[in-house]
């Protein structure tokens, strides 16, 4: 008897392990979708009464909603037109059935249900081609950091040239990027160095860069690095490397390390 529930104690405890192990697998979700959206489309938003949801990505545009007849409508995606005295870009979109207007405006923006802050306040003008007036939604979104950037960078090359450990105090600099929360840290070249990064589809910037106070020794390139690394507007990755660039031309270039 001793036996047999011993042996059923064993099968209850292992579905308990097994169970927990799947919950823990399953993808985290916030108010802008799975882990899943925020790899393959660059930006979300949600808005309420009507509830409704609209994301962007690189090969179309899906809104969704409770609005009868607008339940799910899936645009081809278009380039932005941007504004040109503030960070605001416009989407005019269209399908067989429906037309919309998009227009993202960085400004702080609060769910109007959960309270939460999001960096970018939008507004949608939706209508299928048979109604006269267009739908007005409001609601909030945020851009979905590029999830490739979330790793260690050493640097390889600065300004065109192959960089060299007698460079720098006793290492080649490099940067660990936390694209979940839009931060950064890491070795300048002779300072410990940390920040933030802004993202928006095709713009990287480093900003709010501040490092330890240690005296560098003449020759040493730490300026010369973090003055290139805050002057970085695009970026691409390929090949273990990823390379930053500005209007000039190819700043920065790191190789991918783990």
């Known amino acids: 008897m001793k036996n047999i529930v011993s042996i059923l104690l064993l099968l209850l405890l292992t579905g308990c392990?097994?169970?927990?192990?799947?919950?823990?697998?399953?993808q985290t979700t916030s108010e802008y979708g799975t882990q899943e959206d925020e790899m393959k489309y660059f930006f979300t938003s949600t808005g309420n009464e009507p509830f409704w949801g609209l994301k962007m990505g690189s090969e179309n545009i899906v809104f969704t909603s409770l609005i009868p007849g607008k339940e799910k409508l899936v645009f081809p995606s278009v380039e932005a037109v941007k504004a040109m005295d503030a960070n605001v870009k416009m989407y005019k979109v269209s399908n067989e059935t429906s037309t919309a207007?998009?227009?993202i405006q960085q400004l702080e923006c609060q769910n109007s249900m959960s309270g939460a802050i999001s960096?970018?306040?939008?507004?949608?003008?939706?209508?299928?081609?048979?109604e006269l007036e267009a739908k007005k939604l409001s609601g909030c979104g945020k851009y979905n950091t590029d999830y490739r950037l979330h790793d260690i960078w050493v640097l390889e090359e600065l300004n065109g040239f192959k960089v060299f450990v007698t460079d720098f105090q006793r290492e080649l600099p490099r940067i660990e990027i936390n694209s979940a929360e839009n931060k950064f840290m890491g070795y300048g070249g002779c300072n410990a160095i940390s920040g933030t990064i802004f993202y928006e589809k095709d713009l990287l910037r480093f900003s709010k860069v501040i490092s330890t106070l240690m005296a560098c020794p003449p020759g040493n390139k730490?300026?010369?690095?973090?003055?290139?690394?805050?002057?970085?507007?695009?970026y691409s990755i390929g090949d273990n490397r990823?390379?930053?660039?500005?209007?000039?031309g190819k700043i920065l270039i790191f190789k991918k390390v783990d």
């Open 222 to 234: 730490e300026g010369e690095f973090t003055k290139a690394l805050q002057s970085t507007t695009t």
């Open 17 to 26: 392990k097994s169970t927990t192990g799947k919950t823990s697998d399953t």
């Open 119 to 130: 960096p970018y306040k939008v507004s949608v003008e939706i209508k299928n081609n048979s």
């Open 242 to 248: 990823l390379t930053l660039s500005n209007p000039s």
């Open 101 to 103: 207007a998009i227009t």
